[in-house]
C-alpha cells in the first residue's frame, strides 16, 4: 500500500481518523495510533480521551454493583407479577420481561468478577 500524499512511498499505516494510508513522513505517532500530521491529530487525540473517560466512567465498581442490584431487584418483581397474575398473556410478558432482566443482571455480575481479576 503506497501513501495517500506521497504515491511513490509505501505506507507504515493508516490515520485513525481518515484512514488514509500514511508514509513515515506524515504519520504522527499518538496515544491511540496514527494520524495524519497536521491534519487529524487533534481528532484522534480527542477520540482517545473520550474512550478513555468512558471506560473509566462505566467500569467503575460501585456503578457497575448499583446496575447489577437495580437489575437484579427488577428480575425477582417481574418474576413475583408473572407468578401473581391470573391472565395468561400479562404472565408470559412479565416471565419474559424478568428473563431479560436476569440476563442484564448476570452480564453485570460477569463484568464485576472479571473486574476483580484485574
Known amino acids: 500500500m503506497k501513501c495517500f500524499y506521497h504515491r511513490d512511498t509505501d505506507a507504515v499505516g493508516l490515520c485513525r481518523h481518515c484512514a488514509r494510508a500514511l508514509c513515515p513522513a506524515c504519520a504522527a505517532e499518538r496515544e491511540a495510533g496514527l494520524a495524519c500530521i497536521g491534519r487529524c491529530e487533534g481528532e484522534v487525540d480527542r477520540v482517545a480521551t473520550l474512550i478513555r473517560r468512558n471506560v ?10 448499583l ?7 427488577g428480575t425477582i418483581i417481574l418474576a413475583v407479577l408473572a407468578y401473581r397474575s391470573d391472565e395468561p398473556r ?11 432482566m436476569f440476563v442484564f443482571s448476570v452480564s453485570g455480575l460477569r463484568f464485576l468478577l472479571l473486574q476483580r481479576g484485574r
Do not use: C, D, N, Q
Open 90 to 100: 400479562i404472565r408470559i410478558m412479565f416471565a419474559l420481561l424478568a428473563a431479560l
Open 56 to 65: 473509566t466512567l462505566s467500569g467503575e465498581r460501585w456503578t457497575v454493583a
Open 67 to 73: 446496575r447489577f442490584a437495580v437489575y437484579l431487584a
